[in-house]
């Protein structure tokens, strides 16, 4: 058990505090959401009941698409874009242990099954970091789009508005793209502000960091 805990010990205590938020995200928004509903003169519901609202889905979606839209930009970005003196920049003058061809390691034993299968399959294998998170940004952005028409949809009828529209036409309005942009904007922050401070400061024992006494211009020591 001890080994387990240290061998995969960062994906457990992040997936402790994803579950803790989410779980946390859940209770405050179902108060919130019941507020409102008692607001307009609406019947309350519980906990199971609001995870099932549009109210849960478009929340959680919209955050969820911002993050693994950066995450997909962040990882092809970084395989040809430089910044110096940067811990989470490539060198730029000489080349990286991930820039080198898979297709000379195919009498590996221990490659993976792609990279001795070689072909389409190595094709897609070495480029399936980036393909998982554009497809986990597309789900979200489909699921944002849905959860936020139908509680567009559900806003407008307390309103007194009995027309509906659809998840194309939401798309169109300025709210799903002022609920899109004020996240989007906000990760492109987060991670150049990541990519710029590493250049001066540092973090004794993280790999996000350069070694403490490496010069702020190196990129890579």
Not at 165 to 177: A, L, P
Not at 182 to 205: H, K, Y
């Amino acid at each position: 058990m001890r080994r387990i805990l240290r061998e995969n010990g960062l994906s457990i205590v992040l997936g402790f505090f994803f579950l803790s938020f989410l779980g946390a995200q859940a209770v405050v928004g179902m108060y919130q959401y019941n507020d409102e509903q008692q607001l307009h003169g609406q019947p309350t519901i519980d906990f199971t009941g609001y995870l099932a609202t549009a109210h849960f889905l478009e929340a959680t979606m919209e955050n969820w698409e911002s993050e693994f839209l950066q995450m997909f930009a962040f990882v092809v970005l970084t395989a040809f874009l430089f910044q110096k003196g940067s811990a989470e920049s490539k060198k730029l003058d000489q080349e990286e242990p991930v820039d080198r061809d898979p297709r000379k390691s195919r009498k590996k034993k221990k490659a993976p099954w792609p990279v001795r299968k070689g072909g389409p399959i190595l094709t897609l294998y070495e480029h399936s970091l980036s393909i998982a998170f554009l497809l986990l940004f597309l789900l979200s952005f489909a699921l944002h789009a849905i959860g936020g028409a139908r509680e567009y949809n559900q806003s407008r009828q307390e309103h007194g508005r009995s027309e509906q529209v659809s998840t194309i036409e939401y798309m169109g309005t300025s709210r799903f793209w002022f609920e899109s942009f004020q996240n989007w904007q906000s990760e492109f922050l987060a991670v150049g502000a990541m990519v710029v401070l590493t250049i001066f400061l540092r973090q004794r024992g993280s790999p996000e960091s350069k070694p403490v006494d490496s010069p702020h211009r190196a990129t890579e020591e």
